[in-house]
């Protein structure tokens, strides 16, 4: 999403000057400069998954409790769900967890490495249901070449909404950039094996129909 100047500067004192203090949060502190995540995590991690808009961290808490020789890179601007997970991740003495307050709808591609990424996640982004507010969603086709240039080739985007018209939205957006490809249905309704978080639960309890849409990037 396109912004003003004056906005980006600030949404960019917002990133910086957040009131969380962690030795787990990374902080960015120059523009332009990229954040070495190999740095960041213990050196016997080599591979990294990057959850947008992460929650209240019950998914990246889980995956990340299950595979501890990969770093999880968990992104949310409320800085009391980032409390919670670190919570959470204290308790479990995770190691391979790290945080950032960036809004990633504008900042994260210029502070993070190209083609670091094994994973990236985006559970249930805000669907802006109004028509004029459409334009807010995070799912854009700059969105999409942001995600192409962090993954690895052969990484994968996870992508899940309960939202149908996003969901067809983001079908429509993905068949316009063939770089990111399905590999073996375009959409499913279940996914079998992956944490489950308390937002998604409620849904599925209200009867909503969850779109699972994985992408992977070509070689």
């Known amino acids: 999403m396109l912004v003003s100047p004056e906005i980006q500067e600030k949404l960019w004192k917002f990133t910086t000057k957040t009131s969380y203090q962690s030795d787990y949060l990374l902080q960015p502190k120059d523009r332009g400069k990229k954040i070495d995540l190999k740095k960041s995590f213990p050196e016997t991690i080599q591979n990294f998954v990057l959850e947008l808009g992460s929650g209240w961290g019950e998914v ?39 945080y950032m307050t960036v809004n990633f709808q504008w900042f994260f591609d210029e502070l993070l490495e190209k083609e670091i990424f094994d994973t990236i996640i985006i559970n249930f982004p805000d669907p802006w249901p109004k028509k004029k507010h459409r334009k807010n969603r995070l799912m854009q086709p700059d969105m999409l070449e942001q995600i192409y240039d962090l993954l690895k080739p052969g990484g994968r985007l996870l992508f899940a909404t309960d939202y149908g018209p996003y969901a067809r939205r983001t079908i429509s957006l993905f068949r316009k950039f063939p770089k990111l490809v399905w590999e073996k249905k375009e959409y499913e309704f279940e996914r079998p094996g992956f944490p489950v978080s308390f937002f998604e639960t409620e849904k599925r309890n209200e009867g909503k129909r969850i779109y699972y ?7």
């Open 60 to 98: 990246a808490i889980e995956l990340a409790n299950g595979d501890r020789q990969t770093g999880y890179l968990l992104m949310e601007k409320k800085v009391n769900r980032i409390i919670h997970t670190e919570k959470q991740r204290k308790t479990l003495g995770l190691e391979n967890i790290r």
């Open 213 to 219: 849409l994985n992408r992977v990037k070509l070689k």
